[in-house]
């Protein structure tokens, strides 16, 4: 008679099938929670978007958008996010690089940094641009003198919007790079590659689905950015006004129809967002968990 000489089973496995075994119900339950929160906060204001957008029909929608104003709005959005988004991206690679790569005095200070903009209410941001740039600051002569807008203009956008937006890519650079590591970067400096090269031909490939992620994120707020914007744009009607400021606008004048296919178009670019970093996610799984184990 053969005798089991299987290890008994621990009692930290025991513990760990016994949470993890949870009754059909008990998963039913969770599954169907999970999913009445998604429909309640994320479906159902998303649906209700798009259907008051289209309640007169697409005529309507179209003659919002064909508005001199609106147009403008979305053109300015546009911009600062095409402005916004390449300053934060490199930034971003560059802090996390030092970060993540090198010792240095401050370190731990330049990381809370980054976080700044997470604790900051977007208000209080551009409150501070007005005191640095207004009329009555100590840099306000000087910009006048010369001719030189940043309030209420493109520039004072832009500031804005690379504030609250800075920490997306560095946020997610940093554990990818402090996860992989500096030793492939120290196998081609001892091969006799500059920094340079090291840069361009080990560390960019190794973080390229991280970056492309925290890109994706930081022009998504760079888009739906609202309250740094509004006070440092002045809502100059056609000339100031990003997306968010005038579908506040149009909402407040009782212009739903148009407030709606405003807010239809920069959730359509939210979701586009979104769909293209599923994509990549699926189409690039295997080689994005390469990566992140390497």
Same mark, same amino acid.
């Given at each position: 008679m053969a005798l089991d000489t299987s290890p008994a089973p621990s009692a930290s496995?025991?513990?760990?099938?016994a949470a993890t075994s949870e009754t059909r119900i008990a998963r039913l339950t969770l599954i169907m929670v999970a999913l009445g929160f998604v429909a309640l906060f994320l479906l159902l204001p998303l649906a209700t978007v798009f259907i008051e957008a289209f309640r007169k029909g697409p005529a309507e929608?179209?003659?919002?958008? &064909?508005?001199?104003?609106?147009?403008?709005? =979305?053109?300015?959005?546009? =911009?600062?996010?095409?402005?916004?988004?390449?300053?934060?991206?490199?930034f971003g690679v560059?802090?996390?690089?030092? !970060?993540?790569?090198?010792?240095?005095?401050?370190?731990? $200070?330049?990381t809370t940094l980054i976080d700044l903009p997470f604790s900051v209410s977007p208000v209080i941001s551009g409150l501070v641009f007005v005191l640095i740039f207004g009329a009555n600051s100590a840099l306000g002569p000087f910009l006048q003198k010369y001719g030189i807008h940043i309030l209420f203009a493109?520039?004072?956008?832009?500031?804005?919007?690379?504030?609250?937006?800075?920490?997306f890519v560095a946020r997610e650079l940093i554990p990818l790079m402090q996860e992989q590591g500096?030793?492939?970067?120290?196998?081609?400096?001892?091969?006799?590659?500059?920094?340079? /090269?090291? $840069?361009?031909?080990?560390?960019?490939?190794n973080?390229?689905?991280?970056?492309?992620?925290?890109?994706?994120?930081?022009?998504?707020r760079a888009m739906g950015e609202f309250g740094a914007v509004s006070v440092v744009s002045g809502h100059i009607r056609g /000339?100031?006004?990003?997306?968010?400021? /005038?579908?506040? !606008?149009?909402?407040?004048?009782?212009?739903?129809?148009?407030?709606?296919?405003?807010?239809?178009?920069?959730?359509?670019?939210?979701?586009?967002?979104?769909?293209?970093?599923?994509?990549?996610?699926?189409?690039?799984?295997?080689? =994005?968990?390469?990566? &992140? &184990?390497?």
């Open positions: 496995s025991k513990l760990v099938k929608f179209a003659t919002a958008l &064909r508005d001199p104003e609106t147009f403008s709005a =979305i053109r300015l959005t546009l =911009i600062v996010a095409a402005i916004s988004v390449p300053l934060n991206l490199v560059a802090a996390a690089w030092a !970060i993540a790569k090198f010792e240095f005095k401050g370190k731990a $200070f330049l493109v520039p004072g956008l832009v500031l804005a919007t690379v504030f609250v937006t800075f920490p500096t030793s492939d970067e120290e196998a081609a400096l001892s091969l006799g590659a500059t920094g340079w /090269q090291t $840069f361009w031909h080990v560390t960019l490939p973080i390229k689905w991280g970056l492309l992620y925290g890109v994706l994120l930081c022009n998504a /000339q100031t006004n990003t997306m968010p400021l /005038q579908v506040e !606008i149009l909402y407040n004048e009782y212009n739903f129809v148009a407030a709606f296919a405003v807010a239809a178009v920069l959730a359509l670019l939210a979701l586009v967002t979104l769909v293209l970093k599923t994509a990549l996610e699926l189409r690039y799984s295997d080689e =994005i968990a390469a990566s &992140r &184990r390497h």
